[in-house]
Each structure stands twice: as structure tokens, then as C-alpha cells.
């Protein structure tokens, strides 16, 4: 989500003081009314980590995003390209409700539909668009040897772990000090770019951005200012925790570094 170049507070991207005493690259440089994914992050993540590399200096990646990490220190599945054609037919099909479009993954793929929830409109439609277009579904893909960019020696990955009390209360705060540095009227120009797209913003990666959502729906009327921040909170306290569980599991053979133990 630090991508999008329209919405620095709401996915707390690096301050421009931060930026200067540090050197930092793939922060806000696309639309947030462009497409993402792994794929295209990886083709610019790549490059960028080797130039870095070239200059006898470590880069360091970071976030809490840990597919994208898993994707490339251990690779990604040689799915085809797909066609922007049938990705935007069944973009504008969602726009009739995304529960017509899952059905229809159930039915073609259902093991994928098993995979997937009800409501994320990105993996069911990448699913059916992978189905479609290579006649395979993308849990087979899944399991084909990936295609691999750099040695398992290349990386050392450590999780900061903290207790998920204090990251909680942490998360709250966080999200009540946005309001000081000004993301009332960050929403309020996000949404207006969002109304000008010529399909449902809810097709957009970037409008899943935790507390997005629910800040807009403030804007709109739809929520009162402090159901909107307790809904925010509450969807980002659920991302941490899946995050915790995630990477967890994955990190069983990497470092974890307390926080409460390390000298800063």
C-alpha cells in the first residue's frame, strides 16, 4: 500500500525528513487508480535491489506485507501474463456484485473458491482470469517449481516481534494522530480521484487500504466520525494479528528479534 502516492499518511509511508536521512525507493510513485500486484512490484523491486547491490551496499527490505517478501527471496509461480482484457471484463462484472462473480468461481474452480474469501473481489478475479486465460487453475500453478530470482544465501530475514497488546494500543493512537496530520483531507482527495474512475473503486487495490474505507464512508455520510475511526482501528487490529500469524509460521527458521530487548 506505500505505493500510492495519494495516500502517505493513511499507509504511514516514510516523512521526507525520514527520506533524507535515509535513502528509501519504491515509496508513493503510483496512482492509486493504477492495478498492483506482486508481479509488477517484483519487476521493480528486483532491479532496484541489484543496483543497490552493485554499489557494495545491503538494501533493506521491509514492511509487513510478507508475500511480497516470501515472493522474492523464494520466488513466484511462472503463471502467463494475463491478458488486460479479460481482467478488466471481470472487473466490470464485479461491479454487479462480487457475490455473482465468486459463485462462478465455485463453480469452475472450487478449489481455489476454497482458498479465497467471499469479499476479496483481487484474488477471486485473478483466479478466474488465470483459469480462463491458461485453462488451468491457479492453485496447480501454485504448486510448479517457482521461478526463483536470487540464492536462499542472498537474504538474512528477521521478525521484529512486540507484544500484540502494546501493538494494539499502539494502532489506536496511530490511527487518532492521522487526523493531526491532515488525513481528513488526504481522504477527501482520494475520494474524489476514486469518483472519477470509470469502474467500482472497490475493484482497486489501493482502496483496500486499511482505514480508507471507513474515513470515506465518514466523508460521505455514511458512518459518524467515531464509528469510522473504531472501524478503522478494528480492521487494522485484525491485519496485525494475521500478519503475526503469518509471519510466524514462516520465520520458524529465521531470526526473531524481541523488540523489547534490542538497544536502539
Known amino acids: 500500500m506505500q505505493i500510492y502516492r495519494e495516500i502517505p499518511i493513511i499507509t504511514n509511508q516514510p516523512t521526507e525528513t525520514e527520506k533524507n536521512e535515509i535513502p528509501h525507493h519504491l515509496f508513493g510513485f503510483t496512482s492509486i487508480l493504477e492495478h498492483s500486484d506482486v508481479a509488477k512490484w517484483l519487476n521493480l523491486a528486483i532491479p532496484k535491489t541489484n543496483e ?15 508475500l511480497y517478501l516470501k515472493s522474492i527471496t523464494e520466488g513466484v509461480s511462472e503463471i502467463p501474463e494475463i491478458p ?13 456484485g462480487l457475490e455473482t462473480l465468486y459463485n462462478k468461481l465455485k463453480l469452475s ?15 477471486t478475479i485473478r483466479a478466474l482470469s488465470v483459469l480462463e486465460h491458461t485453462g488451468v487453475s491457479i492453485q496447480e500453478w501454485n504448486k510448479k517449481p517457482n521461478k526463483t530470482f536470487y540464492s536462499s544465501e542472498d537474504f538474512k530475514i528477521f521478525f521484529l516481534n512486540k507484544n500484540r497488546g502494546e501493538i494494539y494500543i499502539k ?23 476514486f469518483s472519477s474512475y470509470n469502474r467500482s473503486p472497490l475493484t482497486l487495490p489501493s482502496y483496500k487500504a486499511h482505514g480508507l ?33 503469518w509471519w510466524r509460521n514462516w520465520v520458524k527458521n529465521n531470526k526473531t528479534l524481541d523488540f523489547e530487548e534490542i538497544n536502539l
Open 52 to 66: 543497490i547491490k552493485a554499489k557494495g551496499k545491503n538494501p533493506i527490505l521491509i514492511g509487513g506485507t510478507g
Open 213 to 245: 474505507r471507513e474515513i470515506i464512508s465518514y466523508l460521505n455520510g455514511e458512518l459518524p466520525k467515531e464509528d469510522a475511526i473504531d472501524k478503522a482501528q478494528q480492521a487494522t487490529r485484525n491485519y496485525a494479528k494475521r500478519q503475526f500469524t
Open 109 to 123: 474452480d472450487p478449489k481455489s473458491a476454497e482458498k479465497i474469501k467471499p469479499g476479496d473481489s483481487q484474488r
Open 171 to 193: 494502532i489506536n493512537l496511530r490511527f487518532e494522530k492521522m487526523f493531526d496530520n491532515g488525513l481528513l483531507e488526504e481522504a477527501k482527495k482520494a475520494n474524489k480521484i
Open 84 to 96: 488486460e482484457e479479460i481482467k478488466n471484463r471481470y472487473i466490470e462484472e464485479s461491479k454487479n
